[in-house]
């Protein structure tokens, strides 16, 4: 099974593109930290920040660039996928993203608005093949 379920921090407002048909891709940076402790004989470990590129497709990425900001709080179910290209260098790279199945913003609205979807209930519908660019990204 390709699960994961993550609580963090957003880093940066999303970055939104819109492919062929209209289809919308969101990019956004999650923050999640591992609390730092200390030992029994007085060793500090300290807190680990993990930084985690998470993407959502369609409506779910249309909710993201309306409603989640830089500092937002999300809640993100998806699966690991992982991709490989040669930049343009002729460098092989490989990067880690979290495709996106549902979504809940944890963050309170600010006072004065009014109310928000808090949550994009899973797509029936997978994303589109990906067709990352000639470097191996997405139009990001």
Same mark, same amino acid.
């Given at each position: 099974? /390709?699960?994961?379920? =993550? ?28 609390? %730092?402790?200390? =030992?029994?004989? %007085? ?21 993201? +660039? ?7 709080? =999300?809640?993100?179910? %998806? ?26 913003? =944890? ?26 660019? +000639? /470097? ?5």
């Amino acid at each position: 099974m /390709n699960k994961v379920m =993550l609580i963090g921090n957003v880093g940066a407002d999303p970055q939104v593109k819109y492919l062929d048909q209209g289809v919308c891709v969101a990019q956004v940076r999650l923050a999640t930290t591992e609390r %730092g402790y200390t =030992l029994q004989n %007085g060793t500090q470990v300290p807190d680990r920040t993990e930084w985690h590129t998470c993407i959502f497709w369609r409506k779910m990425g249309e909710t993201v +660039e309306k409603y989640v900001h830089k500092g937002d709080k =999300l809640y993100v179910e %998806g699966k690991i996928q992982s991709r490989d290209w040669t930049d343009r260098q002729g460098i092989s790279r490989k990067t880690v993203e979290i495709m996106v199945d549902n979504m809940e913003l =944890l963050s309170p609205k600010p006072a004065g608005q009014s109310a928000v979807p808090h949550s994009a209930p899973s797509q029936p519908d997978t994303p589109p093949a990906a067709t990352p660019s +000639e /470097n191996g990204d997405y139009p990001f």
